[in-house]
Each structure stands twice: as C-alpha cells, then as structure tokens.
C-alpha cells in the first residue's frame, strides 16, 4: 500500500482528522479492507504518527468555523493516542467553536490502562461508538479484538462513562449486520440508556 500524510479531509460539512493507523481490532467490515481511502478522500495511510505540530499545520489550513462538526475519525482508532488527540482538541477549542466528535471502538480503558473520560470531558462535545453487535460473543467474531470477549464489556462501560459526564453519547452499528442483530442492538441500547444510530456500510 501506498502511504501519504493525509491529516485532515472533508466528509460533507465535516472536517475529519487522521492521527493514527494504529487499531486493536481487525473487523471483518473494516474500510481500511476496501481501499486507502473513505469517501473520496486522499489514501490515508500515514507514513508516521503525525506530531503535534504538523497535526497543528495541518489544521491551520483549514477554517474551523465553517464545518458542522470536526471528527476524529481516520484509518485507525483515534484514542490509541489519546494524549495526542487531547491535546489537538484542547487548540481547536481554543481557535472556534465547532463541536468535536469522536468516533471510536470504545476500547480506551484497553488500550491505555486508564480512564480516559475525564481528560476528554470538555473537550470532546460528541462519542459515537462503533457497537457492531449486541453481545459480546457477536462483537468478538465480527470486531476481532486483540482483548477478546472482555473488549465488549469494557466498550459499554466506556459508552456508560461518557453519558454519565455529560458527554453527547451514541451507539452505532453497520446496516450490513443481520436484522436480528439489528434489534438487539436496540434493545441493548434502550437498557443502557444510549441512542442508536444505524449507519450506511461505507463501500
């Protein structure tokens, strides 16, 4: 594969940033699977971990002010650099009042042996996580965590977390999953007290 340094790319009337290719789970819909890119962009495929400052460069060739919402969201999982993404947060705060978006597998606690809410409260308006399935046997065949069964427990207290800081907080799952699924994916959501969104496979 092809690698550049696409950092940041439009998506409608977002702004999308790509900060990491590092991803603890190998799902079996992922679009990285399909191609270098999503949604017309650049290949995002990064040739290293952007730093702070070309992260910083990259959105000082952007006017904020212009998009509904900035995204973390490229070819991995944004809180795989968790300080990184703070920090990137932490300026766009300070330079436009655009809500920010994290989507995310919710696997944070996993991977940084840590809670990560109260660093991203204030700083991340919106958490959509990717729920894929509504037990965690399903999440496990379809999600492929390098944590095992134990990935989907964690990514519901995760979600449970950020609703309970106030975080704008959502499920997803992919139209593709079979309807049954589907169901109880809403059902599991209803118990947990978090909206569903049911979204369109990316081809």
């Known amino acids: 594969m092809k690698k550049f340094m696409t950092i940041t790319y439009e998506v409608e009337d977002n702004l999308y940033l790509n900060i990491t290719n590092a991803c603890p789970c190998d799902c079996v819909f992922c679009i990285r699977n399909n191609g270098d890119g999503a949604y017309g962009s650049d290949p995002l ?30 070819y991995g999982e944004p809180t795989e650099r968790a300080d990184a993404m ?56 379809v999600t492929r965590p390098v944590y095992g069964e134990k990935a989907f427990d964690a990514m519901c207290a995760f979600a449970k977390r950020c609703r309970a800081a106030g975080i704008d907080t959502m499920f997803t799952v992919v139209d593709i999953i079979p309807k049954e699924q589907i169901e109880r994916s809403k ?17």
């Open 45 to 74: 495929w990064l040739d290293h971990e952007p730093s702070l400052a070309e992260i910083t460069a990259a959105l000082d060739e952007r006017k904020l002010d212009k998009y509904a919402q900035i995204v973390f969201c490229g």
């Open 86 to 141: 703070c920090e990137t947060a932490r300026l766009i705060k300070s330079r436009t009042k655009t809500p920010i978006r994290l989507n995310t597998n919710g696997l944070s606690d996993l991977i940084n042996s840590r809670d990560i809410v109260p660093e991203i409260k204030g700083l991340i308006d919106i958490v959509s996580i990717s729920l894929n399935a509504p037990d965690a046997a399903g999440y496990t065949k």
């Open 187 to 203: 059902e599991l959501c209803q118990k947990l007290g978090i909206p569903l969104r049911i979204r369109e496979m990316v081809k």
